[in-house]
């Protein structure tokens, strides 16, 4: 059996521990889970799938519940800065010491059974919410849903908060096969709040084959611009936010209300005053510069993006800082993010075999955007200090694509002050 006193070993471990770094599947995370007991007595569980806004649902969900005076653990993916960061107890990360001590019991446990890093880290997180007693435990979808690691425990609502065409080498091409996928996580005669308005045709379908009872936006939940028509009849005015998108924060709302926990109007205006979530068109000034941070890696979120801009123009010039995993609509993404700028700059962020290289996306840019200025960096510092290099007081900087990417500017920013 393996042991190890510091979590980054650790962790190097699990990346070596299982031939597929994504390999869909329940057999083997179940049956490790039934020999930790996590099947049975555990934490009331909410379960969110989605192509995007999946974090910012679990982010709201959480941060009301924790109002609410409820124990609340989050498990989320991936993370930005720090492994904690997934597994959050009670608005607190997980300690180092909580996850090598539940590191140690899995490993124990699964014997001779492989585990993917994304099983390990996500039974780790039910181990920890069930020895801490949370009262609920919230759980984002890692990949699809059906064959996702969290799906291995069942949950008592779940949420889809979107589809959209991400991942389709294993959920498959179109929104019509993907749709049922993400609506696996949802359980016979419980509720899934629905908050996409134009379905798959799939979907409801699927929901119904479960025996599922779905709220869907647009037919029995209401929103127009901030605001929200619960499936009560009730009414809220959701506060505006600059960073997270309306539906994300109406399905956490939404979800309260069919749970019976559902917040007056002074609990929303009180909850939702200054909240942001880390990462999610993040805004800040830096340098005398606009920054931007969006973990937007994929087409609807680098649409939801743009569209923030335009809806915040900026003075000063826009300078682009990105970098993306290789298997991502990086043809689309980048067409979308031309409209913002022309002067790129990509950083190596040393993210491992599934990057693209800053070569590979320069070659790209340029091939859509001839006109386009890129340039290159063997590092997240050097990208930094490049885009400050080139910018002037006033110009906005937007940081976007993977969340490596995100978290390596995030960490440079905390270092500079």
Same mark, same amino acid.
């Given at each position: ?8 070993? $650790? ?40 192509? #995007? ?16 005076? +409820?124990?609340?653990?989050? %498990? ?44 390990? +880290? ?13 009262? $609920? ?13 969290? #799906?291995? /425990?069942? @949950? ?11 991942? @389709? ?22 509720? /899934? ?15 119904? =084959?479960?025996?599922?009872?779905? %709220? ?9 611009? $901030? ?18 998108? =309306? ?10 209300? /069919? ?17 942001? /979530? ?12 606009? $920054? ?18 335009? +809806? ?11 970098? =993306? ?23 190596? #962020? ?26 290159? %960096? ?8 490049? =885009? ?30």
């Amino acid at each position: 059996m393996k042991s190890f006193e510091d979590l980054a070993d $650790w962790l190097s471990h699990l990346e070596t521990l299982h031939p597929k770094s994504i390999d869909l599947g329940l057999t083997r995370i179940t049956t490790v889970a039934e020999r930790l007991g996590l099947r049975q007595g555990k934490p009331l569980t909410i379960t969110v799938a989605g192509t #995007n806004g999946k974090g910012s649902t679990v982010a709201t969900l959480q941060h009301f519940l924790k109002r609410q005076g +409820a124990s609340v653990g989050a %498990y989320t993916s991936p993370h930005l800065i720090d492994f904690n960061e997934r597994i959050v107890v009670r608005g607190v990360p997980a300690s180092d010491t909580q996850i090598l001590a539940a590191f140690a019991e899995i490993e124990a446990a699964r014997a001779s059974i492989t585990l993917s890093y994304f099983e390990f +880290a996500t039974l780790a997180a039910l181990l920890i919410f069930k020895q801490e007693a949370v009262d $609920w435990q919230i759980l984002e979808v890692g990949l699809g849903g059906r064959l996702d690691a969290v #799906n291995c /425990v069942d @949950t008592d609502l779940a949420i889809v908060t979107s589809i959209g065409l991400d991942h @389709t080498e294993w959920l498959g091409e179109t929104r019509e096969e993907i749709a049922p996928e993400k609506a696996g996580v949802a359980r016979q005669d419980k509720p /899934v709040i629905v908050a996409e308005s134009a379905l798959p045709s799939t979907l409801l379908p699927a929901l119904d =084959a479960i025996g599922a009872r779905p %709220y869907v936006l647009g037919r029995d939940w209401r929103l127009e611009d $901030w605001r929200l028509e619960l499936p009560t009849g009730r009414c809220i005015d959701l506060p505006a936010s600059y960073s997270l998108q =309306a539906t994300n924060i109406a399905a956490a709302v939404v979800a309260l209300e /069919v749970l019976g926990l559902g917040p007056s109007q002074e609990e929303v205006n009180l909850a939702l005053a200054g909240f942001s /979530v880390p990462g999610r068109q993040f805004r800040f000034t830096h340098q005398n510069r606009e $920054w931007w941070l969006d973990v937007s890696h994929n087409r609807e979120s680098v649409a939801a993006l743009l569209e923030a801009l335009d +809806a915040s123009p900026c003075e000063g010039a826009t300078h682009l800082l990105f970098g =993306a995993m290789a298997d991502k609509p990086l043809h689309d993404m980048i067409s979308l993010a031309s409209a913002a700028g022309s002067v790129w700059h990509l950083p190596d #962020n040393h993210a491992g075999d599934r990057a693209a290289t800053p070569v590979a996306l320069a070659d790209l840019i340029n091939t859509l955007d001839p006109q386009a200025h890129t340039r290159l %960096y063997e590092s997240p510092e050097g990208a930094h200090e490049g =885009a400050l290099e080139m910018t002037e007081p006033g110009d906005r900087i937007v940081v976007f694509g993977s969340f490596v990417t995100i978290g390596e500017q995030m960490k440079l920013m905390q270092q500079h002050g």
